[in-house]
């Protein structure tokens, strides 16, 4: 029974599990043999228990553990064949031929791109080669685009880190893209050597972007053009930093990244013009077809809006959340969201296990993840409170407060990440979010979308789209600049570490899980728990005395587990506290760092 209780969602432990064994992996690796050992071992056990329908609780976590953790392999730990250009690290210079793998990246004053690259000439050998590359071209250069196969003169250089305590790992990032050398050439070296079109329906996808790209450029634009680049298509190369930066400091930057929010409104949109086209058709309206119709329908514009946004990973989630959506009208069954976003995070792990330590990944699954959640809690509580005699004005408060409920829980939810990895925290990111989802998230995606469809029919109406969006984007982006350049917008903070990332969701978990079942028991009386014995006293020890009570008295397991995380994330509070303090304050030795900035060295000394 407890197995059957710890399942009732049977995607989200496996979920969880394949995680942690994909963490794993890339914290410890070099154990394949053990892992298909487990694999062997605890595959059996499920087998078993299928075959006599007797349930299995850790068996099936422990198989999918070390599943994740020996997909991760082929990354951390590859095995490159004898012509890999990664054998070739640190020679040169060479003619280096090959194929543009993925569609340019252009700057201010450089291009960036991933070459597939085929031979190495020198004026002494020749080697066919394979591999990626991650090219770097300074100055003007010809225009290249993905398919086409150019040479270039040039080193080849490792991937390298700055070997700075807490910095980014770059050269695990491009490891995790299969890239394992770089080089770097002026745009004069390099020569186009045949102008080839991907070809099948990702060269027509390319095409596509770079004529929505042209058509936007036609439009006479500012820097507004870059930005609704980003919107439509999901290119961010052109944003100028300083509006990356407003964008950042209002705490909406998430905006300019294709996710749930477009990918939702394109099928909305989709899914109402789809339903009233076949309610024109009796044999649809005969056979009760017309909402499947449409949803079956809506997954094509969905999926080619996806394909052309460039498919990253908040845009994977979203369309594949919004096809699970879809598909269960076939179904006839009701979707559990919770379900239908582990089932996208699970789809996604499968096929591209590295995409775990993805930014975009890790904000979008945790932002939405918080959502559900804190809307699953609140749900009971809301349907508890009478909705009947509701005016207008009731429940136009109630759609204020679920919108800004929702902004407040995936701003809290991203909270921590968002320091992790760019030391920000923006004191403003509601308010800014409630003008920014508006006027960018719906009015400027929807002439963007507008403009694309009607390229095809006329020019000249595709333009006025997107002149009239650059209108709109104009003054969105005046409102972030203005905002983020009021002085408490936002503030620098420190990184947090791994266990306080823990310490912060534990803690937010219990004191969420206890406040919303305890406004729960005082909407139903009857089901409330027992009050703390008086006198337990305020302040930390009576909070403690509290918790303890609770858990000693509290029939109900989840509220049980909550108070346990909360004494343990207040003992674990204490002890990171202690730790800093003496880093701080009790510290006796002289301690000289040297800071990697590229071109040299800097010195820290921190005196005791």
């Known amino acids: 029974m407890q197995a059957e209780k710890f399942y009732h969602r049977p995607v989200l ?31 059996a056990a499920v087998a078993r228990g299928l075959l006599r329908r007797t349930p299995a609780a850790i068996s099936p976590l422990l198989l999918y553990t070390a599943l994740g953790y020996l997909s991760l392999q082929p ?15 640190d020679t040169g210079p060479w003619r280096i031929v090959g194929v543009v793998d993925d569609r340019p990246l252009e700057f201010e004053s450089r291009t960036r791109l991933v070459l597939r690259v085929e031979r190495l000439e020198s004026e002494r050998e020749t080697h066919d080669v394979t591999g990626l590359l991650r090219v770097t071209v300074a100055d003007e250069a010809p225009v290249v685009d993905q398919g086409d196969r150019i040479s270039i003169r040039s080193r080849i250089r490792p991937i390298r880190n700055f070997n700075n305590p807490g ?17 770097f050439t002026e745009g004069r070296n390099l020569s186009l050597l045949k102008k080839e079109a991907q070809a099948g329906w990702l060269g027509w996808i390319d095409r596509l972007r770079s004529a929505i790209a042209r058509l936007i450029d036609q439009a006479g634009l500012g820097s507004e053009a870059a930005v609704l ?5 999901g290119d961010q190369s052109e944003i100028a930093p300083e509006i990356r930066q407003a964008f ?19 099928a909305s949109v989709a899914f109402v013009v789809f339903r009233w086209l076949l309610s024109w058709f009796p044999p649809a309206l005969r056979h009760a077809w017309v909402r499947k119709g449409a949803a079956m329908l809506t997954l094509i514009p969905v999926t080619l809006y996806a394909l052309v946004a460039g498919f990253s990973p908040s845009t994977q989630r979203a369309l594949l959340m919004v096809s699970v959506f879809l598909l269960a009208f076939l179904a006839e069954r009701e979707t559990d969201l919770m379900n239908t976003l582990t089932t996208a995070a699970f789809c996604m792990l499968a096929v591209q296990p590295a995409s775990l330590f993805s930014i975009s990944f890790q904000l979008s699954f945790v932002a939405v993840w918080s959502i559900v959640y804190g809307l699953g809690r609140l749900k009971p509580l809301r349907s508890a409170v009478p909705s009947e005699g509701e005016g207008q004005g009731v429940k136009i408060k109630r759609g204020l407060f679920a919108f800004f409920g929702v902004s407040l ?30 006027l960018m998230g719906y009015i400027v995606v929807m002439l963007g979308l507008a403009g694309t469809l009607l390229a095809p029919l006329s020019v000249p109406a595709a333009v006025a789209c997107y002149q009239v969006g650059g209108w709109v984007l104009s003054i969105s982006i005046s ?96 002890a990171d506290a202690g730790y800093w303090i003496h880093q ?25």
Not at 14 to 34: D, E, K, P, R
Not at 75 to 89: G, K, M, Q, Y
Not at 255 to 262: D, K, P, Y
Not at 409 to 437: D, K, Q, R
């Open 13 to 43: 432990p496996l979920t969880v599990a394949l995680m942690a064994g994909i963490a794993l992996g890339a914290a410890v690796s070099g154990f394949g043999w053990w892992a298909l050992g487990v694999i062997a071992v605890c595959g």
């Open 75 to 89: 990354w951390v730990d590859p095995r490159f064949p004898e012509d890999h250009i990664s054998r070739f690290l």
């Open 167 to 183: 910095g980014f790992d770059f050269k695990r990032s491009m490891a995790y893209r299969e890239i394992q050398g770089s080089a």
């Open 229 to 233: 680049k980003a919107l439509v298509m």
């Open 248 to 266: 950042t400091r209002t705490g909406t930057s998430h905006i300019l990244s294709i996710s749930g929010l477009h990918i939702t409104l394109v």
């Open 409 to 438: 829980i995936a701003t809290w939810g991203t909270l921590p990440l968002g320091m992790y990895y760019f030391n920000t925290v923006s004191f403003i990111g509601l308010a800014a979010n409630c003008v920014a989802i508006p």
């Open 479 to 574: 409102l972030m600049e203005f905002m983020a350049a009021m002085p408490f917008a936002a503030a620098r903070t420190i990184s947090p570490s791994l266990a306080e990332l823990a310490l912060f969701y534990l803690l937010t978990w219990a004191l969420f899980h206890l406040a919303t079942g305890r406004a729960s028991a005082a909407a139903h009386p009857l089901s409330g728990p027992a009050s703390p014995p008086r006198g337990s006293g305020h302040g930390a020890a009576g909070c403690l005395r509290g918790a303890v009570f609770q858990m000693m008295r509290c029939e109900n397991p989840g509220r049980r587990a909550a108070v346990i995380a909360l004494i343990l994330c207040l003992i674990g509070a204490c």
């Open 584 to 608: 701080r304050f009790g510290r006796r030795d002289l301690r000289v760092t040297l800071l990697d900035v590229g071109q040299g060295s800097a010195v820290l000394i921190a005196f005791p």
